[in-house]
């Protein structure tokens, strides 16, 4: 396994920021959904990723990232887009006294390579421990102290 920690300073109006790995001529890949995984073929299309993308050649957890496409030879997840905010005002919409672009500031993507095939639901169930760390509790809090004598 290879994990990688990614960190990005955004900035950029109208753009779009994806990681691209490569594949290895495959024609399809299981995505991870709400609730299920989803076999996709690899036909370029930008569709929903939730949590992982299994391919015969690789497989990926990758909680932080809600888009990916793919064609046989690449897998490209969508990590930032920056359009323009949603503007409700009943006035024109070309007309913005102070643009405001998404996804803006500081950003931080994590991801786990595995090398060849994976199981979808092995990589759900691993990437639902990455989200979700044990919980620690101090259970002795204000609890009288005793003094060991010796």
Known sequence: M?????TVGW???HRLLKLVLPLAGEAGRVDGTPGA???????GRE????DCLAAASLGVVCPDVFAADATAQRVRFTLLR???MAHHDPSLPSIFVRPVFADRGEHT?????R?????????????????RPPLVADCTRGMP???MEG
């Not at 290879?2 to 990614?6: A, D």
């Not at 569709?47 to 939730?50: A, D, E, K, S, T």
């Open 2 to 6: 290879v994990e990688l920690l990614l």
């Open 11 to 13: 900035s950029e109006r």
């Open 37 to 43: 995984a989803l076999a996709r073929p690899n036909d």
């Open 47 to 50: 569709l929903p990723l939730h």
């Open 82 to 84: 920056s359009p323009l």
């Open 109 to 113: 993507f994590r991801f786990r390579f």
């Open 115 to 131: 090398p060849g095939a994976a199981a979808a639901a092995a990589l759900l169930a691993e990437a639902r421990g990455w989200q």
């Open 145 to 147: 102290v005793r003094m």
